[in-house]
């Protein structure tokens, strides 16, 4: 028992002897992140201004509303009792984030990090394209057995909608990334324009990416 509590004592000294040199030229600015890496997630908080680590913890689940209060509850008592003040933090935009950040520092600036959602952003695009691929692929027109008659013009346009229709499937998946590159040469701009014919939604979502 007294062995334990040795070591959790070294341990606290060396940690606030770490923070005494990570705060030493504390800025204000705090960026806080959290890293994904299998089942365990990181969450660290560093100098914005400095690139300094201040702190981090491993936790061996996703975190929740808890852990982060928690973990910004250590960075508050780090801070204050240093006598330095926080002037804003910078998060990557995750809905952990603003709630706690209130309860623990008050209404401090809060700025988003713009690769972050930049990314969340070209996530959403491409989900949204394989929406539209399965859409395209469970539109597909029902016919009837043996050739249309020459006649029966409705007939003949669903066969030909069902013909193309594979082909159109293949290039909406094959061709997605046309919709999230950053930049498009005047032959994948054609080849955009082409497999997005009937699709004016596909290229608002071009047009999303280009504004960002």
Same mark, same amino acid.
């Not at 933090?89 to 952990?96: F, Q």
């Given at each position: 028992?007294?062995?334990?509590?040795?070591? =959790?004592?070294?341990?606290?000294?060396?940690?606030?002897?770490?923070? %005494?040199?990570?705060?030493?030229?504390?800025?204000?600015?705090?960026?806080? @992140?959290?890293?994904?890496?299998?089942?365990?997630?990181?969450?660290?908080?560093? +100098?914005?201004?400095? +690139?300094?680590?201040?702190? %981090?913890?491993?936790? +061996?689940?996703?975190?929740?509303? @808890? %852990?982060?209060?928690?973990?910004?509850?250590? *960075?508050?008592?780090?801070?204050?009792?240093?006598?330095?003040?926080?002037?804003?933090?910078?998060? %990557?935009?995750?809905?952990?984030?603003?709630?706690?950040?209130?309860?623990?520092?008050?209404?401090?600036?809060?700025?988003?990090?713009?690769?972050?959602? /930049?990314?969340?952003?070209?996530?959403?695009?491409?989900?949204?394209?394989?929406?539209?691929?399965?859409? *395209?692929?469970?539109?597909?027109?029902?016919?009837?057995?043996?050739?249309?008659?020459?006649? +029966?013009?409705?007939?003949?346009?669903?066969?030909?909608?069902?013909?193309?229709?594979?082909? =159109? /499937?293949? @290039?909406?998946?094959?061709?997605?990334?046309?919709?999230?590159? !950053?930049? *498009?040469?005047?032959?994948?701009?054609?080849?955009?324009?082409?497999?997005?014919?009937?699709?004016?939604?596909? !290229?608002?979502? !071009?047009?999303? /990416?280009?504004? /960002?």
């Amino acid at each position: 028992m007294g062995q334990r509590l040795g070591e =959790k004592k070294a341990q606290g000294q060396m940690e606030g002897a770490f923070l %005494d040199w990570a705060l030493a030229a504390f800025a204000g600015s705090v960026a806080a @992140d959290a890293l994904y890496e299998g089942p365990s997630c990181v969450l660290s908080a560093v +100098d914005n201004r400095q +690139d300094t680590r201040m702190l %981090d913890q491993v936790l +061996d689940h996703d975190p929740n509303h @808890d %852990d982060m209060q928690a973990f910004l509850g250590r *960075l508050q008592e780090a801070v204050d009792g240093r006598g330095l003040a926080r002037t804003g933090i910078t998060t %990557d935009g995750s809905a952990l984030y603003p709630e706690a950040i209130r309860e623990v520092f008050g209404e401090v600036p809060q700025q988003l990090c713009p690769f972050h959602v /930049i990314a969340a952003l070209v996530k959403g695009v491409l989900r949204a394209v394989a929406s539209e691929r399965e859409r *395209l692929a469970n539109s597909k027109p029902t016919l009837k057995r043996g050739r249309p008659s020459s006649q +029966d013009k409705a007939a003949r346009r669903l066969a030909r909608k069902s013909t193309l229709m594979p082909q =159109k /499937i293949r @290039d909406v998946f094959q061709e997605r990334f046309l919709c999230v590159k !950053r930049r *498009l040469k005047p032959s994948e701009r054609q080849r955009f324009m082409h497999i997005t014919r009937g699709l004016p939604h596909r !290229r608002t979502l !071009r047009e999303i /990416i280009e504004h /960002i």
